[in-house]
Structure formats: C-alpha cells, structure tokens
RNA sequence: GCUGCUGUAGCUCAGGUGGUAGAGCACCUCCUUGGUAAGGAGGAGGUCCUGGGUUCAAAUCCCAGCAGCAGCUCCA
C-alpha cells in the first residue's frame, strides 16, 4: 500500500496512507471543517465522507458553508453541498413512503435544480394531503441520524438482491459493464431500508437539515408517453431552515413578478372561459403594447429591407397538402370548416405557406433577391390543454414572421442579418439571461431531407456566422427542424421555464415543394433557400417574457399611459388638463388625475400602476410655466420649465430609451433629462 | 392528453362536521383635500365554475364535464 497524495485548494499537499477517507483529509484540517464536512471531491469526482479513496489528487471537502459570501446568498450555497443533501433527501423520502405504502415501487430518485423527486410505481393516488405523513415519517428518520452505508458488491449479488424488482433491475442492466455496483443502506440492521443506488450521499440522515415536500404529479417511465405513468414527489431540502424559508420566500416573490398575475392586475390581458382557453383578449393596455411592438418591428424591418404583406387567416387544405404540414401536424391544427362544395379549410397554423404564395404571384428575377417578405401574422395551434400556460404557451397566437428567399450565396449574410436583428432588439430591452441554440441535423434518415451537402454546406454557414458575431451558442445535434438548421433564443421566465423566444431556421424544404424558381442572370432558373425569422417570437410570448423582466415598469415608449399629470390640488387641474392636451397633440399617452382621492393617494395609485413619469403641478410649477417630474425608476425628482420637459419626454418616447432602468439617468437623472437627444448607451446602433 | 391540486363579489381571500353567504381592496355617491405610497361616511355588487345525483335542505357530500395551476409528454 501506497501513501495517497493530495492537494488542497490552498495549493498545500497532504500525504495520508492508501484508504483514507474524506473526513480524515477534513481532520487533517481541522476538526471543525470535519464537522462540518458533507463529502469529499477528488479530482472532481465526488466521494461519501466516510468512503475509503483509492486514488489521490486535487482535494476539496464539500460543505452547505457559502464561500467566502454572505449570509443569505442561498443562491450561491455549493451547489455540489446540495445535490448531497437533496439526493440523501430523496432516499430518505423513499424509505419513508415504502414504509407508508409497503407496495410502492421504486424507480429513480435524482437530486434536480431546486431539490429532488423520486419516480413511484404506487397505485393508489397520492396527494399533497398524504405529505404530513410523509414528512414526519421521513423527521423521524432524520432524527434517528443513522449513516447512510455503501455496500458494494458484484453484478450477479446486486440482480440477485433486485430479483422480483422489474425496475430496480432494469435500472441494474444500465449499468455500464465494468463499473462498481452499490446499494445504499440506512444504519446498520441488515433488514433496514436499502436502495440500489449509485451515490454518494451525506454522511448521515441528520446531516440533510431543511426538508418540504412540493408537490406531486406524473411522469412517464423513461419520459415516454406510451410508457406507464408513475407517480413523481418533488420535494425540495435546504442545509437549514433559514435557507429553505429564504427559497420559499423567493418563490413567493417570482410570483409576484409571474406575467399571469401583472397581467391581470396592469389590465394587459384577460382569458375567458366563454372565448376559449389559450386565446387572448388583449385589453387596452395590452393593445397599446403590441402596437408599439409592431411599430418597432417594422421600423426596423423597413431599415432592413423588409417589404411588408399581409393574409388571410383561414385557407383551404390544398395549400396545407402542398407544404406538407398536412396530414403530419393536423393533430396540432385545428380542425377543418368544411363548405357546402366539400371545401376543406383550416385556420392557418404558420404564415409561410402564404408567403410562399405571395412569391409565386408572378415569376421572379435574381434582381429582385434577397426578397424578404415581413408580416405579423396571426396563427392558430391546437394546443394540448395541458401545455397551456398564460400568454407563454397559447393557441391563437401573432407572430413577428418573416420569410427571406433567397440564394445560396446570399445566405450567409441573411443570416447574419437575422442574428443582428434579434441581438438588436435583445440588447435593446437589456435582456441578459438568455442562451442560443444552435440546431443541427443527425443522420436519421427518416427525420431529416436527403441532402446531405446542402444541410453540411448550410450549417457550416450558421455555425461561421454565429462564431463571427462572437455570441456564445452551443450545439444540438438532431434537433434541427426537418427542413433546415436552425438557432433559437432560449429566455427562462419568472419560474424558470424556457421557451423560445426568437428563431431563425433554415429551410430547403419548402422550395421544393412550392417549386420557388427564380431566373438566374444567364436566363436559368433556380431554385431560392427560403430563410424563416421571428426575432421578437409572437406577441404572447414577448409580452409575458417582457412583462416578467421588467416586472411590469414599461418604459415611455411602451407604457399604455406615459405620463399622469396630478394637482396638488383642484385649482390646479385646468393648468393640468392644459399640459396633457398638449402631450397628446405630440401624440404621447398623458391622463390627469382629476379623480376625488387624495392627492397622496393619487401619487400612491400613479406608482403602484407603474406610470413611468408623473408631473406633478401646484402653484409653484404653474407661476414658473414648469412641472415637477417624478419618474417610476430614480428615487430623485426635479422641476423643470414645460419646454424642457416636452422635449425630454418626446425624445425618450421617439428613441426608445429604456428609461425605466435607473442607470439611464445617471448622477441625478434631470441633467440626462435635459441632454435629451444624448441617448449614448441607452441603446444599439442601427443594424 | 396524463398525474396531482384548485374553482365563493372585478381582485385577494374567510365561510369545523349540510340549514339559500362575509371581509379588505377596487367600484358608485356625498363630504374633505396646497405638496410626494392609502382622508372620511354611506351605497351597490354574488347563477358560490357548469350539469346531474343524494337529501326535507347542497357553496359544503357523490358523479361527470369545463377552466386554472404545478409537473410529465409535446411544441412545424
């Protein structure tokens, strides 16, 4: 036996004898790092505190301390330190249900991003009020603070341990060859509760602190639909109370910035029973929002050279035949109106086809390419009633869509072109946490056109043009819709949800089934790439995703009221009613607050509906032809003459400043005010 | 679609074990109001999600449906 040699992250070395484990390293230490140790991680890979290595290297003791941050940065708590607790949490669950329910099977049990779930085979349904129950049954074995024991062993005693167990054996059979096999035990009585499990865990069942079981709902073994439904526990476990309670109240407060509950309570949206689910009444508010949207949107698309159309919204099935989406997503279409002549039609699931349309209206030259074809356009998906989800997952939904056909030799700067566009409107709302996604075809035959050298030569385009903008992407293979490569935004919302946002995908399908010509300068004809955009996604789920972002404080140029003007007093409203007319003739969204509140209530009202700028008037402000401006974002206020403030406010509306962050009006905001034109850093340069 | 939870006034929610409903905010009316997050008084407002069933009697118990929420699956 030979010493193992190991290096701290202090850079200082230990040299203990072959067999040591993680808590003689942390005792080496000092004790109370032993104490507090929860495993140990050599050269990355993570080992039980207890557990005898074999092999030394760079040396780091896993504990629920945050580093070197403080108190509270639960956020931060070493994320190794609580998939240990949550995974010991799971197994504790476990053996707290069996014992409840002796005919539960189990299936898997994984430590997951807030806390851990365990996958049950249990006839018997099982609902949150079955959690007391468990909860103190799995108290109990917490308090009991029995070790958690490795026992390891060969193939053949593991299967024959498992044996009656159809899923403990499966899970046996994926097992790679050649790697150990353990069980993990409760205690030291051979009879106690003893799960086929990989590991590592915490030392012992004391050591998992703060528990609270979430919820309860099904999944499917193997994630597969046609496979039996389990049902799934998801709980979630903390190194304390004060952690836990801090996670939940952090719950409680993405709840209040949920696009659902401002939605409702910024009268921007409203679903009815009546209307059906997963389509949306857009009220006033909601209203004023989209079409600013669209306004931005084709703005730029007209600086980009977008030409605009416009379709209908329903279609006969002949067109549906000819894309192919028919019959191979009618299942997310909704069903045909027929007519009185058998006619079939479908509301329209996609634009494409109809611009596709559009470009065969007359023949087409290689003059008029790049041809990029603009619309928002209003879909309809039927949706499965239980992927619904507020404006983020809808049935009727209205797409910032757009189709760019064009040569092979053109792609690459279409593409770029695309990207620069959504990065525009991404840096524009200051949207930071988002991911792309860049998606490429396998070699399954079935699911992917036969090209081979389109699709090689088309996604080493996008991959070069990703690289070239310096954004950070990363890779899936096989995940490339049928036609083309693509790449996606991915935006997680409040809950932590993702969806995508924006797309722009590739297409060599569709060409070909619309037999899209174009005559090529030696009189030829050739067939164009089509090139899919939607750099803002669909209303729906931009307006969610911005809604949660900025929790509800639109800036100026967004906001359904721009500026609420409040007297101080009755006397003062005429001199109020004055400067709204006024904004308004500038076409600027102005109210005056002449309602019978108090004035502090009405000051009160204007920030808890997140009015971006109040002016506020009294006689002071009315002897100097002046108004005290108090904006939603900046603790600040000032006064300043109306001139000045007109101006200011037009300026922030006709830019699109994102005066709703603080940091656009830096070291007292009423000198940017007054800059007015001076936009530097409020926004992208024009693509 | 599947598993679980939920459905009471515009909103947020109370209403042990069956006896035809209540609060706060919002709304309306009146009074009050000269300075930065709730002035006062009064009033109006409910098919208790829908449809069946049990019962002398159902918001409450049972069944079915619809809708919402979380998750699974799916997402051209």
């Given amino acids: 036996m030979t010493d193992l040699r190991f290096t701290l992250p ?27 140790a929860l495993g140990v991680a050599v050269d990355g890979e993570i080992f039980d505190l207890d557990r005898p290595l ?8 896993i504990t629920a301390q945050p580093r070197g941050v403080k108190d509270g940065e639960i956020d931060r708590l ?45 006839d018997r349904p099982l609902g949150s009020d079955d959690f007391p129950a468990i909860e103190a049954a799995m108290a109990k074995i917490v308090a009991a603070d029995k070790p958690f024991r490795r026992i390891e062993c060969t193939r053949e005693e593991a299967m024959a341990r498992v044996a009656g167990d159809a899923y403990k054996t499966e899970n046996l059979r994926a097992v790679p060859e050649g790697e150990v096999i353990s069980f993990y035990r409760t ?10 499990c990989r590991g590592p865990h915490v030392p012992s069942a004391g050591r998992i602190g703060a528990f609270k079981l979430m919820q309860v709902s099904g999944a499917y073994l193997h994630g597969d639909e046609k496979q039996k439904q389990l049902k799934r526990v998801y709980g979630t476990a903390w190194p304390t109370k004060t952690a836990l309670e801090a996670y939940l109240e952090r719950l409680k407060l993405a709840q209040e910035r ?54 209908p919204h329903i279609t006969k099935a002949a067109l549906y035949h000819r894309s192919g989406h028919l019959p191979y997503y009618q299942g997310s279409m909704y069903p045909p109106m027929t007519l009185d002549d058998d006619q079939e039609y479908y509301l329209k699931p996609m634009n494409c086809p109809h611009h596709h349309m559009i470009y065969l209206a007359r023949p087409r030259s290689y003059r008029e390419l790049p041809l990029r074809l603009a619309e928002y356009g209003d879909c309809y998906r039927y949706e499965k009633s239980g992927e619904l989800a507020g404006l983020l997952r809808v049935r009727g939904m209205c797409m910032n869509d757009a189709h760019i056909y064009c040569s092979l030799d053109q792609v690459r700067e279409e593409f770029l072109g695309t990207i620069n566009l959504s990065r525009y409107y991404y840096e524009m709302f200051r949207i930071k946490d988002f991911w792309i996604r860049l998606s490429l075809h396998s070699k399954d035959k079935d699911k992917y056109i036969a090209n081979e050298d389109l699709w090689e030569k088309s996604e080493e385009i996008v991959r070069d043009v990703l ?3 310096g954004l950070p992407f990363e ?13 996606d935004y991915q935006l997680r919302n409040v809950i932590g949800r993702e969806e995508t946002a924006s797309t722009t995908q590739l297409d060599f399908a569709m060409p070909e089934r619309f037999d899209l010509v174009y005559t090529a300068p030696d009189g030829t004809r050739r067939r164009p790439l089509v090139i899919h955009r939607a750099p803002l996604g669909t209303h729906e789920r931009m307006i969610a995703f911005l809604l949660e972002h900025l929790g509800g404080a639109f800036p100026t140029w967004l906001a359904p009221v721009q500026v609420v003007v409040i007297p101080v007093a009755e006397r003062f409203e005429r001199y109020a009613r004055d400067i709204a007319a006024r904004l308004r003739t500038d076409l600027l969204r ?26 506020i008037v009294g006689g002071k402000e009315q002897a100097a032809e002046a108004v005290t401006w108090r904006r939603h974002c900046v603790a600040q206020q000032a006064t300043m003459k109306l001139a000045e403030a007109y101006e200011a406010l037009a300026e922030s509306r006709r830019a699109r400043l994102m005066d709703n962050f603080p940091d656009v009006h830096p070291r007292g905001w009423e000198n940017a005010a007054r800059r007015g034109s001076d936009s530097s850093g409020n926004g992208p340069e024009a693509v």
């Fill in 467 to 469: 690289k070239e903008c």
């Fill in 187 to 196: 205690g030291d009585d051979p009879g106690a509760f003893t799960d086929l």
């Fill in 78 to 122: 070493d994320r190794e330190a609580l998939a240990l607790i949550r995974h010991s949490a799971s197994h504790v669950m476990a053996e707290a249900i069996v014992s409840l329910f002796p005919e539960a099977k189990l299936v898997y049990g994984p430590p997951v991003e807030n806390g851990f779930y365990y996958d049950i085979d249990l």
């Fill in 590 to 615: 102005a109210e005056v607050d002449d309602s019978a509140d108090s004035f502090n209530k009405k000051i009160r009202n204007a920030v808890t509906g997140k009015t971006p700028n109040v002016w």
């Fill in 258 to 311: 949920d696009h659902r509950k401002l939605g409702q309570d910024l009268e921007i949206f409203s679903i009815a029973d009546e209307v059906g689910s997963g389509l949306i009444l857009w009220l006033p508010n909601g209203a004023v929002i989209r079409q600013e949207l669209e306004a931005l949107a084709a703005e730029r698309e007209f600086l980009a050279g977008y030409k605009r159309v416009a379709t």
């Fill in 10 to 36: 202090d850079k200082s070395e230990l040299v203990l004898p072959a067999g040591t484990t993680g808590r003689q390293i942390a005792a080496s230490i000092g004790a109370k790092l032993a104490a507090a």
């Fill in 54 to 61: 074999a092999a030394g290297g760079a040396a780091r003791i």
């Fill in 475 to 487: 890779e899936r293979t096989g995940e490339a819709a049928f036609y083309g490569p693509k790449i």
